[in-house]
């Protein structure tokens, strides 16, 4: 957890790092050479599987943002307005979400300096997390509010603006459970009696699971995803693994896009490929709904539509799903032409899959 120590520590090494970029550029310009910022390249051919540590990272290649002609002055010059307003923001202990700094742009001074749509000013803040080496958490920085949240037997203090808290994820907070704050590297982990994490991709199933009891029958803290997941909640997500090792599962509802979202909480994401080793939970598995379960509880499905099945065929030489066990259920699925939801389970009763479909699962996997 952050002490408020560690937090100015962390601040003022985020603000160095950031003046020190700028100071880069001027050091450029001072020496008669054309100020640059070389990168690494953002894209998919430049994405590798670092089978070691089974994450996705960057690769060798790199891209370099120059001031040798219009365009690559003009990035320059949003970047260094933009490490003003980062540095400004860490001097003042204030924070602001990345839609913030996209209208805020329109505030400055300079209108080159301003950003066209907000995906430019977010890919910035990225390439500025990628050469400073410094999070955008750190930076102060949030996306919009995720609301994903954790309940569970977990006791935890939380560093606030109003000082500590201390928290206990079932006892001290109503059925939305603990919303996981952006930086989460601000809690301390103080006590659990957990033996498992769940992670869960949709909000109907983990109130399912809440309502009946699921987290205190089985001793295990349910994560909502909320979808795909944000970095919040992969990074938590991560360290209750790391520190408190405890396994990881993830309950996804049974499509292509959704054994994605098992990957990115697993091995990271292109996206964010630079964070993988901060983000990514490689130890994770894959609990449902499988392909094979379509068929065995004969669910109710919708039919696989013309991107479902592209995007199958994908996975199929995707990095993150090269083994048996993946290549038998992609390869099953495409054969079916289904997929199901989660909730798909309740056409068994809605206890079913508390009941029996995880039990029998996660006992399968040994988990318990």
Request: proline content about 4%; overall charge negative.
């Amino acid at each position: 957890m952050s002490t408020d120590s560690d937090s100015d520590a962390t601040d003022e090494l985020a603000r160095d790092r950031l003046i020190d970029l700028a100071g880069e550029f001027y050091d450029q310009f001072a020496a008669g050479n054309v100020p640059a910022m070389e990168i690494p390249t953002r894209t998919k051919s430049n994405i590798v599987f670092d089978e070691d540590k089974d994450v996705w990272v960057y690769g060798d290649r790199t891209s370099t943002r120059s001031a040798n002609n219009v365009r690559g002055a003009q990035k320059l010059l949003k970047a260094i307005y933009t490490i003003d307003f980062l540095a400004e923001q860490l001097d003042q202990d204030r924070s602001s979400t990345l839609r913030e700094l996209y209208y805020l742009s329109e505030s400055w001074d300079e209108e080159r300096a301003q950003f066209s749509d907000q995906d430019e000013s977010n890919q910035l803040v990225e390439d500025l997390e990628i050469v400073s080496e410094v999070t955008r958490e750190d930076f102060h920085m949030r996306p919009e509010e995720s609301g994903a949240t954790i309940m569970g037997p977990l006791y935890l203090r939380e560093q606030t603006r109003r000082g500590e808290r201390e928290i206990h994820c079932q006892e001290d907070v109503g059925e939305g459970g603990y919303q996981i704050p952006n930086n989460p590297d601000t809690i301390e982990f103080l006590d659990h009696d957990a033996d498992f994490v769940l992670c869960v991709e949709t909000g109907g199933m983990r109130d399912r699971l809440v309502e009946n009891g699921f987290d205190e029958k089985y001793s295990v803290i349910v994560v909502h995803l909320k979808g795909q997941p944000a970095r919040a909640t992969r990074r938590i997500t991560r360290r209750l693994n790391d520190e408190l090792g405890l396994p990881v599962v993830v309950f996804c509802d049974g499509d292509p896009w959704s054994y994605r979202i098992y990957a990115s909480v697993a091995y990271g994401s292109i996206k964010s490929a630079h964070l993988s080793e901060y983000l990514a939970t490689p130890t994770a598995k894959y609990i449902g709904i499988q392909p094979e379960d379509i068929v065995a509880y004969d669910l109710p499905t919708d039919p696989l539509s013309d991107s479902d099945i592209n995007a199958l065929e994908s996975e199929l030489d995707d990095p993150r799903f090269q083994d048996d066990y993946w290549a038998e259920q992609i390869e099953l699925q495409l054969e079916i032409g289904k997929k199901a939801e989660q909730q798909a389970l309740a056409s068994r009763g809605l206890d079913f899959v508390t009941d029996t479909y995880l039990p029998e699962r996660l006992t399968e996997m040994g988990v318990i």
